[in-house]
């Protein structure tokens, strides 16, 4: 696959796939403070939202793969195609 477009919009969904695992794991750490107060439950109820909502994105941003690769190997089909239609010169 040397589809540059391609390229790029597996690397963007790489980096955006790590961005969101890191940033997953930095809300459930936050989620852990050490506070007995009201203050304390509405943060940890709208982290709690904030987990809700990225283990969401997590799963869409994985169903955005599909339709990518399975691009790139229609592409890389007609490529094969393509090169095995064109005549071959043979030296004489």
Request: hydrophobic fraction near 50%.
């Amino acid at each position: 696959m040397d589809n540059r477009a391609t390229q790029d919009a597996l690397g963007a969904l790489r980096r955006v796939h790590d961005a969101m695992g890191e940033a997953t794991g930095e809300v459930r750490a936050s989620v852990d403070v050490d506070w007995v107060s009201a203050a304390a439950h509405v943060y940890r109820e709208l982290l709690g939202d904030v987990l809700h909502d990225a283990t969401r994105l997590t799963a869409e941003l994985g169903e955005a793969w599909g339709p990518v690769l399975r691009h790139a190997a229609a592409a890389d089909e007609a490529r094969t195609a393509s090169m095995i239609a064109r005549p071959v010169a043979v030296a004489r």
